[in-house]
């Protein structure tokens, strides 16, 4: 695996405002939206801080996470705290019910199952609760998307219990190992698709 350099987060400078003294305009407090390719530096600062500590490996490198935000960027959801990427979720399309080393760079457009590839925060805004509301939101959000039916991801063991407690069932031991790691397979059914209901008259 190739080391990638990433900027570290920088504070903006301070600049003289024209805004009458008292009034001044700030940035969202708190802002949900999907990611771009110019958030790439960003995302994998966190994703490396938070994986290579624990597993030594990065579920995407900073040119597979620039590969999907290109292709797919309405299946990724970024949070961000006063204009700071804080914690974010990267998901692409999937045509299999298991998935495959295929799923770990590929993305079928036409697939009716969201592989979710990474859940990531930063380290000053864990322990929190943040990943779980994260993940609560964009399950949500591809609740109103009419072709999705699944999503799915593969984790280590000692996750399987966060996972759980969003709604994702165990299938079983996942097909893909990356070095000496191993993963289980879980599964979330997105029922009741809110966009269709929306639209339906009902």
């Not at 999907?68 to 999937?94: D, K, M, N, Q, Y």
């Not at 999503?151 to 399987?160: G, T």
């Not at 079983?172 to 790691?181: A, D, F, Q, R």
């Amino acid at each position: 695996m190739s080391v990638v350099s990433a900027l570290p987060f920088m504070r903006p400078l301070h600049m003289p405002s024209s805004v009458p003294r008292g009034r001044r305009h700030t940035l969202p407090a708190s802002e949900f939206r999907s990611l771009s390719p110019e958030d790439a530096i960003s995302v994998f600062e966190i994703e490396r801080e938070a994986f290579i500590s624990v597993s030594g490996e990065c579920p995407l490198h900073l040119d597979e996470v620039r590969h999907f935000l290109t292709l797919c960027p309405e299946l990724s959801l970024g949070w961000f705290e006063e204009g700071r990427l804080v914690a974010f979720v990267i998901g692409s399309l999937w045509d299999q019910e298991r998935l495959t080393m295929d799923a770990l760079t590929l993305h079928k457009p036409h697939g009716p199952t969201v592989h979710i590839h990474v859940l990531a925060v930063h380290r000053t805004f864990r322990q929190q609760g943040k990943g779980s509301i994260l993940m609560w939101r964009y399950l949500q959000y591809l609740r109103c998307l009419p072709y999705v039916r699944r999503a799915v991801l593969m984790c280590e063991d000692f996750l399987v219990p966060f996972y759980q407690k969003s709604g994702f069932k165990v299938q079983g031991p996942s097909k893909i190992t990356v070095g000496p790691l191993t993963f289980i397979e879980m599964l979330y059914p997105v029922r009741g698709h809110a966009f269709m209901r929306r639209n339906s008259g009902v």
